[in-house]
Each structure stands twice: as structure tokens, then as C-alpha cells.
């Protein structure tokens, strides 16, 4: 049971184009939703992360969309540059268990120059 | 500071070995996880360990065991290797009340 489901899987955008991924999750006690970068052959990375009190986060180009009556989160990513192709995970975790990340089925994203 | 390191980065097995894959962090963290990736899964969680001398299972824990050597090593072991293991594993680790967790490079693994 993937209680995160992430989509699209796969995802091709030009460059400066706005890429938005989107995940949504079953379980209400969430309470910590970050979004992982991962490069070939490297371990994923945090890239930003928000909590349901607010609504939006922004971090450079980056930003989380947060609706928690639909229980759904999305990441935007402002004039995309080929640096940015990788892949994305969302995930999501409960306060007071032990951090455990439940992530969600991934994204590869490439941004054609 | 190295962060999170990972042994061996790449190894074949036959169905049936045993192996451990070994993880050591530097950042002087308590908490320490156990991953495998594959492909349209993300990763999910096979062990955890939220403090040294503790370790509890996570999603998928069938087939391993861990052992949390001390503060910074956390270590996996494969006691009878089957295909269906095939996978990246990576080791992670975060401060205790914190949520960030910092990811090893991963171990390539292929169990024939």
C-alpha cells in the first residue's frame, strides 16, 4: 500500500519551461513534507521541505504548493535550467516516529536546453 | 567531513551468500536508516535505528538484519541472498528530533 503516490513518472520540459510534480497521501497525522533531489549515481538529497501550517514555501527557484483539505502537495520549479534534470521524490513523515520518511515512486525530469 | 559514507559501492551474489553492507557517518548523528531503491518505488525503509544500541523495522524488513555498531555505524546484512534483493540500498542519517536525513552514495547490488 504506497500510502505517497507521485506523478508523473517521467518528464520532459525546455529549458526556462515550469515543470510541476505533483503527490498526494493518504495519511492525515502527516505532518512533514519534503522533496529530495537524486543525481546519477548519487544518494537523494533534501531540496526543500514544508509543514501543513502554511500554504506555500519558496526556496530559490523552488517551491512547494501545500493543499491540505485535498491532501495533495506539488513542486514547481521556476525557468528550469539543464542543471536541474535528475530525479524528484516527495515524501512525507509522522512527528515522534522516528523521522521515518515514507517517500513517494519518483520523478526523472530533463530539461532539454 | 565525509558525512555519510557506504562499502562496498557495487557487488554480485549468488543466490544463497551472505554479505553486510556497511555505513558509517561523521556528522555525530543518532538516528540512522536503511533504504533500498527501485525503480517507480522511491525508496522504502528496511531498518531504522533512532538511537545507538537501538533498532527497529521499517517497511520492508524481511530477509535482513542490522546491527548499530556504535554511534556512527549502522550496518545491513543479506544472511541468504535472493533475487528479489536486487536493488540500490542507501544508508541515511539524521539528528535525533530533526527531520532532514543526509544520504549515503549507495551500494549497487545484484543477486544472480
Known amino acids: 500500500q504506497q500510502q505517497v503516490k507521485q506523478s508523473p513518472q517521467s518528464l520532459i520540459v525546455q529549458k526556462g519551461g515550469i515543470p510541476i510534480i505533483n503527490c498526494a497521501y493518504e495519511n492525515t497525522a502527516f505532518d512533514y513534507f519534503p522533496w529530495y533531489q537524486q543525481f546519477p549515481g548519487k544518494g537523494p538529497a533534501l531540496l526543500i521541505a514544508i509543514r501543513p501550517d502554511v500554504s506555500e514555501k519558496k526556496e530559490g527557484r523552488f517551491t512547494i504548493s501545500f493543499n491540505k483539505s485535498a491532501k495533495q502537495f506539488s513542486l514547481h520549479i521556476m525557468d528550469s535550467q539543464p542543471g536541474d534534470s535528475a530525479t524528484y521524490f516527495c515524501a512525507a513523515s509522522l512527528e515522534n516516529a522516528g523521522n521515518m520518511l515514507t517517500f513517494g515512486g519518483g520523478t526523472r525530469l530533463m530539461v532539454k536546453p | 567531513n565525509a558525512g555519510v559514507t557506504q562499502t562496498p559501492k557495487f557487488q554480485v551474489l549468488k543466490t544463497g551468500q551472505s554479505m553486510t553492507l556497511q555505513c558509517a557517518q561523521d556528522m555525530n548523528h543518532n538516528s540512522m536508516y536503511w533504504y533500498r531503491q527501485d525503480p517507480g518505488m522511491g525508496l522504502r525503509l528496511i531498518y531504522y535505528?533512532?538511537?545507538?544500541?537501538?533498532?527497529d523495522k521499517g517497511e520492508v524488513p524481511n530477509g535482513y538484519n542490522v546491527s548499530r555498531l556504535n554511534k556512527r555505524e549502522f550496518s545491513l546484512r543479506l544472511e541468504s541472498a535472493a533475487p528479489s534483493q536486487t536493488s540500490v540500498y542507501f544508508c541515511a542519517s539524521s539528528e535525533q528530533n530533526t527531520d532532514t536525513q543526509y544520504f549515503g552514495p549507495g551500494t549497487r547490488l545484484t543477486v544472480l
Open positions: 535505528s533512532a538511537s545507538e544500541g537501538t533498532t
